[in-house]
């Protein structure tokens, strides 16, 4: 089963605007949408961003998705404190093997 | 208001069978579209998604685990349980119960506080 590669950790002042790369292949991204989820420490992983560029009610615009071939980008702007955390892409996984694939996570920090 | 609460033992020995269950509220597992699933999180990991269980019965499991899981529902009393045999110390972790839904693609729109299970002997 493929996972999606994420860069390790990012960072940025407050203010400022960051954007995660989420890698995947074909049969993952290429095939299918992608989902964003922020895990702030102690707490249950929530829904940023789904079928690729949608924000749930909830969600402040700062943060946007976007995909392009086998990528999907997470953008914040505007980056607050609170938004320090780790951040995971997701996405069916259409080949023989199936299921359903998270990316290896990318860890926000705010300077 | 949809939440999703999981139960089960915090402590297992290795080769033990784990038997999780999630209670949800706020939504039918009769509904068309509607999906109840596993999420696991092993301590500095990443999410690893383990098994689906839809409105209609149908099943998926995570390729690499699904000989050991079994998903299933019992929507008169809205739960869904989450069995995995032979137990591992690399099974330790936080499993979440998630709620999973269908728009264009599909997604975890709400998520239950997850529960740490600890395999040790």
């Known amino acids: 089963q493929s996972v999606l590669t994420q860069p390790p950790s990012v960072s940025a002042a407050p203010g400022q605007k960051v954007t995660v790369s989420c890698s995947g292949s074909t049969s993952d991204i290429g095939s299918n949408y992608v989902s964003w989820y922020q895990h702030l420490p102690g707490t249950a992983p929530k829904l940023l961003i789904y079928?690729?560029?949608k924000r749930p009610s909830g969600i402040p615009d700062r943060f946007s998705g976007s995909k392009s071939g086998t990528s999907a980008t997470l953008g914040i702007t505007g980056l607050q404190t609170g938004d320090e955390a780790d951040y995971y892409c997701g996405t069916r996984d259409s080949s023989l093997s199936g299921g359903y694939v998270f990316g290896t996570g990318t860890k926000v920090t705010v300077l | 208001h949809i939440t999703l609460k999981e139960s089960g033992p915090t402590l297992v020995k290795p080769t033990q069978t784990l038997t999780l269950t999630c209670t949800f509220s706020?939504?039918?597992?009769?509904?068309?579209?509607?999906?109840v699933g596993w999420i696991r999180q092993p301590p500095g990991k990443a999410l690893e998604w383990l098994a689906l269980?839809?409105?209609?019965?149908?099943?998926s499991y995570s390729p690499s685990l699904n000989s050991r899981l079994t998903i299933t529902k019992d929507t008169s009393k809205n739960q869904v349980v989450l069995t995995m045999t032979n137990m591992d110390p690399v099974d330790t972790g936080t499993y979440y119960c998630?709620?999973?839904?269908?728009?264009?693609?599909?997604?975890?729109?709400?998520w239950g506080r997850g529960t740490l299970v600890t395999v040790s002997s």
């Open positions: 079928d690729n560029d």
């Open positions: 269980i839809s409105w209609d019965d149908d099943k």
């Open positions: 998630v709620h999973h839904s269908l728009g264009l693609g599909e997604f975890f729109d709400y």
């Open positions: 706020g939504f039918s597992l009769r509904a068309s579209g509607v999906g």
